[in-house]
């Protein structure tokens, strides 16, 4: 591909870009301007369709997880992405590292207390547990370890498989219903193509601007918490804007250099701080807490998967329903990007290092952080229900630092962490959209076009900002989550084709 020599030389898909680009802004402007009509609207449209395909939500999460396990232990394992002689061209250290932090890694900051607290103060009515008991302490941590392991990986690493193998098969343009190729054929028609790139698009577009809002919003918590006089409007706009520049610099490295450089930072700040958590906390406790959550999560697992008990109840809406539905909208332009870097990887190394080994440090750092929280909310059970409803789950962190005695170290430490977390997540996300917007691909697929990268991330930053100043992040979140429900008809699709794929791969791979 030609580099483009002025900034504004677009390199762009039109029915793909453009209409994800006007509709982020229309949504963003009517949540400014009718803040109570909006949010009021698509809540309404958000809870009929969590209400109507909630059982397809978890089936599909689930159909998902028992295929990997299935494709991992089969013949297809030995195959090698982008043919036998294949090279991969990152480090396994390095790819694990920007696997992690471009998935889940910022939502296990922010939820790795907050959540099993709020199950814990209001446990789920078909499990008969006393809020606030020991029991439903237990059953938080499965319930915690379901929502953020095995289960929503394997809804990022169903696409992000089948997307990488016939992208480097042909070097075909990057797009996501190449994922589905074994079921819809190679000959997929060109606007069905568009419109399953745009609606993917938007989706993700709308899901990092409501997260990188949620994450200014949990840095600036954390800063007020250390400097109660600094002004929150102007702090906000100072924290969105040392995000944007960093992204800027990261991305026009590339991902050989500034993805890579800052996940490997990101995943040397995590393990340091998790460490450091069990040394200065009771290090029994939570290796307590770990197995407890394994245990909690065998229990469970086929329960909360197939909603056995839990079909119809509010909390299976609010919790397990609502996040398959943020994952699988995000999942078919993150495999994207996963498939991208996956080159040169067997398709057993690629399941290993995409699915097994992130979701078990996701379940880890779940235990640590999750069980100490649950130690110290059984203690003081009033003092942290009247927290986490008045301060909001992103003060709950702050409130274990504090209780632990270490509040300015682990502050620090997690701010820190944060922002290299939202930096690095845009840094692989904006790849991923430059990739599908582009209209004329690079030679070397793991080059994006950087203008469309800075277009992209420029946009989600000054929304999110925007947002957080006038009307709230929760609006374009939603929006996000509604965009899960063609998502998970396309992902139905994309398991069927991987099956097919696993069964006979003659069919469809030459080499």
């Known amino acids: 591909m030609k580099k483009a020599n002025h900034f504004f030389q677009f390199n762009i898909r039109f029915w793909v870009f453009w209409p994800s680009f006007i509709l982020l802004i229309l949504a963003v402007l009517f949540s400014i301007l009718f803040?109570?009509?909006?949010?009021?609207?698509?809540?309404?449209?958000?809870?009929?369709?969590l209400t109507n395909f909630s059982l397809g939500f978890s089936w599909v999460s689930f159909a998902m997880t028992i295929i990997v396990l299935i494709t991992f232990f089969s013949p297809i394992g030995k195959v090698r992405i982008g043919g036998k002689h294949a090279q991969p061209r990152l480090p396994r250290l390095s790819w694990f590292a920007i696997v992690l932090c471009t998935t889940i890694a910022v939502g296990i900051l922010f939820w790795g207390s907050a959540e099993p607290l709020s199950h814990f103060l209001f446990p789920p009515e078909f499990k008969n547990?006393?809020?606030?008991?020991?029991?439903?302490?237990?059953?938080?941590?499965?319930?915690?370890f379901f929502h953020w392991g095995f289960t929503p990986y394997a809804i990022y690493i169903v696409p992000a498989l089948t997307f990488s193998v016939f992208f480097y098969q042909d070097r075909n343009k990057p797009s996501i219903s190449l994922a589905a190729k074994p079921l819809l054929g190679s000959n997929l028609n060109?606007?069905?193509?568009?419109?399953?790139?745009?609606?993917?698009?938007?989706?993700?577009?709308?899901?990092?601007?409501?997260?990188?809002?949620?994450?200014?919003?949990?840095?600036?918590?954390?800063?007020?918490?250390?400097?109660?006089?600094?002004?929150?409007?102007?702090?906000?706009?100072?924290?969105?804007?040392?995000?944007?520049?960093?992204?800027?610099?990261?991305?026009?490295?590339?991902?050989?250099?500034?993805?890579?450089?800052?996940?490997?930072?990101?995943?040397?700040?995590?393990?340091?701080?998790?460490?450091?958590?069990?040394?200065?906390?009771?290090?029994?406790?939570?290796?307590?807490?770990?197995?407890?959550?394994?245990?909690?999560?065998?229990?469970?697992?086929?329960?909360?998967?197939?909603?056995?008990?839990?079909?119809?109840?509010?909390?299976?809406?609010?919790?397990?329903?609502?996040?398959?539905?943020?994952?699988?909208?995000?999942?078919?332009?993150?495999?994207?990007?996963?498939?991208?870097?996956?080159?040169?990887?067997?398709?057993?190394?690629?399941?290993?290092?995409?699915?097994?080994?992130?979701?078990?440090f996701c379940l880890i750092w779940m235990g640590v952080f999750g069980g100490t929280t649950l130690d110290l909310a059984i203690l003081h059970p009033e003092f942290y229900q009247n927290l986490f409803q008045t301060s909001g789950p992103e003060s709950i962190i702050y409130q274990v630092f504090e209780d632990l005695g270490y509040f300015k170290l682990f502050s620090y430490l997690f701010i820190l962490a944060i922002f290299i977390s939202y930096v690095t997540a845009a840094d692989s996300s904006t790849d991923a959209l430059a990739s599908l917007s582009m209209k004329k691909i690079s030679e070397d697929p793991f080059q994006s076009d950087t203008n469309l990268k800075i277009i992209w991330g420029t946009l989600i930053a000054f929304l999110a900002w925007i947002m957080i100043l006038f009307s709230g992040i929760d609006g374009v979140r939603i929006l996000s989550v509604i965009a899960g429900v063609p998502a998970l008809f396309f992902l139905l699709i994309v398991t069927v084709s991987l099956l097919l794929l696993v069964i006979d791969p003659k069919k469809y791979l030459r080499d």
């Open 190 to 360: 060109k606007r069905m193509e568009n419109i399953i790139d745009g609606i993917s698009l938007f989706s993700l577009v709308t899901g990092m601007a409501g997260a990188l809002g949620a994450g200014i919003l949990s840095l600036s918590g954390g800063f007020l918490k250390l400097f109660p006089d600094w002004n929150m409007g102007v702090l906000s706009g100072v924290i969105t804007l040392v995000i944007l520049l960093t992204f800027v610099i990261s991305s026009s490295t590339g991902i050989e250099r500034g993805i890579k450089n800052l996940s490997l930072i990101n995943l040397f700040f995590f393990i340091l701080i998790a460490i450091l958590f069990v040394l200065l906390g009771e290090g029994g406790k939570i290796l307590s807490s770990i197995k407890i959550g394994f245990i909690e999560y065998g229990k469970n697992f086929l329960d909360l998967s197939l909603q056995w008990n839990g079909a119809g109840s509010t909390w299976t809406y609010d919790w397990s329903v609502f996040n398959f539905a943020m994952w699988m909208a995000w999942a078919p332009v993150t495999a994207v990007f996963l498939g991208k870097i996956a080159y040169g990887r067997t398709i057993r190394e690629f399941l290993l290092f995409n699915w097994f080994l992130p979701a078990l």
């Open 129 to 144: 547990l006393n809020s606030k008991s020991v029991e439903a302490a237990d059953f938080s941590l499965g319930a915690l």
């Open 35 to 49: 803040p109570d009509f909006f949010i009021t609207s698509i809540e309404q449209i958000q809870k009929v369709l």
